[in-house]
Structures are given as C-alpha cells and as structure tokens.
C-alpha cells in the first residue's frame, strides 16, 4: 500500500478542514448547501439593517434566507436584496417583502403574500420591499404625541402640587377621619340592630303568623256569609227608604203637606207667631189672666 508522505496528509487534512469550515458556516447562516433554492430579488429604498442570512419568514413559518445584499452606487436609493427560498414555496404575484424586527432588534423579511396563489412568479423576478410598522415604529410615531403632552403634564402636576399644599385639604382629611370614625360607630350599631332584630325575628315570624291565620278566618267568614239573604235585607231596605221618599214628596201625610202644601205652612207659621206673641203678652200682663184675691174681692 503505498503511502504519503506527511506533508501531504496534512495538506489534505486542512483542505478537507476548509471545506468543513466554509459548508458549516454556510449552514450557520441558513443557506442551503446541497439543494438549490429559487432566487428573488427584492427592491428596498432603505434596507434598516437587514443583512444577508437574515431569515425569510411567510405567514410566521421560516421558508428562506437572504442570500446576498447588492448596493447600487449610481442608484443609491434602490438596494435589492437576493432571497433564496425553498423549493416547494411558490410566490405570488402582487406579493411583497416587509423588514420587520423585534424588541431585541433582530431582524427578519416578512412576505406577505399575493391575493392569487394560481398567478406565480417565476424564479429572479423582483419584488417591492419595505419597512414594517412594529411596536418599536409605532412607539416613535407616538413621540411626538408625548412631546406635545408634556406641557400640560407639567401643569396638571403643578395645579396638584398646590393642591396638596393648600390647608383644606388637610383639613378635609381631617374630617375625613372623624368621619370614618362615625360610620364605625354606625357600623356598630347597626350591627348590634341586626343582632336584636335577629333575636327578636321568630316573635315577629309568629305574629306575623298569627296575623295571617285572623286573616284567613276572616276570609272563611266572609265566604260563610249568605250574600243572596244579605242582599235581599238590603235591597228591601232600600225599598223602604224609596217608599218613605215617595210619601215625603207626595202631599199625603203630615209631613208630605208640611213639604209639599205652602198654605199650610204659612197657616202653622202664623199660629206659633201668634202664640209666640200671646207667652210674651201673658208675661208682661199676668193679671190680664190670671185673677185672684186673699179677699175674694175682684178687680175692676
């Protein structure tokens, strides 16, 4: 077996180490060693730090890597970007790719997809590229909001800080606690109502039940009553009450001339005038009618 000489092993031994060296490298940056990916290119005006093997993201799932970044110096506003992405993924035309980061800055490329997924891109065609709006972007946006606030933040802090300095307050607080001490008292003695009025609950519950029994023996009565005999006294008394009506506005009877015959009553209001008139003659001159003597003589 022939053998090589020591130098030579070493050669190979470092060849093959560089080969190792340069495919692992290659895996670390997630590029594809040994299977061929489909290349596109992407048009950023401002790539935001993207760099190649950044990873290329759809629809959250890792389906490539950027592969090379190329710098046009003429055209300095149009950076485009190579991405390789798997074999079985498919592009979409109307599809586009967002630089996107997360709170530790590490960035990725977002696709966001083409509305058609029967319409398809072919491998090298170029795509529009731009800047996704995170929680960091969206953060900056608001700064100016906040820088707009400040002002009035530093007067609503100022109108509370005089607010604390003023003695009503402390006043307030004051009786804040003596308020707090009556509702305590209140407290407590509504609680000890509470406990009397536990105490006392069964008596109640059995009045109450006491009640409720009258109460049903008075329905009991009323049902017992013979409403149709009842109802009969009553309508018979009320005929009685029309009959006496009737004679009262009929000139028979006393009464009904007394109400209904005017020659009589002026007869018997001129008879009690006269009579009225005879007591008070019979009191002013008694002798007129009344005659007597211890004598038995008679006046003239």
Do not use: W
Request: with cysteine; aromatic share 4%; charged share 20%.
């Amino acid at each position: 077996m022939k053998k090589y000489s020591k130098e030579i092993q070493i050669g190979l031994v470092a060849i093959v180490g560089i080969v190792i060296l340069y495919f692992g490298l290659q895996f670390l940056k997630g590029l594809t060693v040994f299977s061929s990916d489909r290349n596109y290119c992407v048009k950023f005006a401002d790539i935001s730090g993207l760099s190649a093997s950044s990873p290329v993201y759809a629809n959250g799932y890792r389906v490539g890597v950027v592969e090379d970044i190329i710098f046009d110096y003429d055209h300095q506003d149009e950076i485009v970007a190579v991405i390789g992405l798997d074999n079985q993924m498919r592009l979409p035309k109307g599809s586009r790719a967002e630089i996107a980061s997360d709170l530790l800055g590490n960035i990725k490329l977002e696709l966001v997809l083409g509305p058609n997924p029967a319409d398809i891109l072919a491998p090298g065609d170029t795509i529009s590229g731009g800047l996704q709006k995170g929680a960091m972007a969206q953060a900056a946006d608001m700064i100016p909001q906040i820088q707009a606030m400040l002002p009035k933040l530093d007067s609503i802090l100022m109108n509370v800080n005089l607010l604390l300095a003023d003695p009503a307050l402390k006043n307030s607080l004051h009786h804040i606690d003596q308020i707090t001490g009556n509702l305590t008292s209140t407290t407590n003695e509504l609680h000890a109502m509470a406990s009397t009025l536990n105490h006392q609950m069964p008596q109640l519950v059995k009045n109450a039940d006491g009640m409720l029994a009258n109460a049903n023996d008075l329905t009991r009565n009323l049902n017992e009553l013979d409403l149709a005999k009842t109802m009969a006294k009553v309508n018979n008394t009320l005929q009685n009450v029309e009959q006496m009506t009737a004679k009262l506005n009929s000139t028979e009877g006393t009464l009904g001339l007394l109400m209904r015959d005017a020659e009589l009553y002026n007869n018997l209001n001129a008879t009690m005038m006269h009579a009225d008139s005879l007591m008070i003659d019979l009191k002013q001159h008694p002798k007129r009618y009344v005659h007597f003597s211890v004598f038995g003589k008679k006046d003239k």
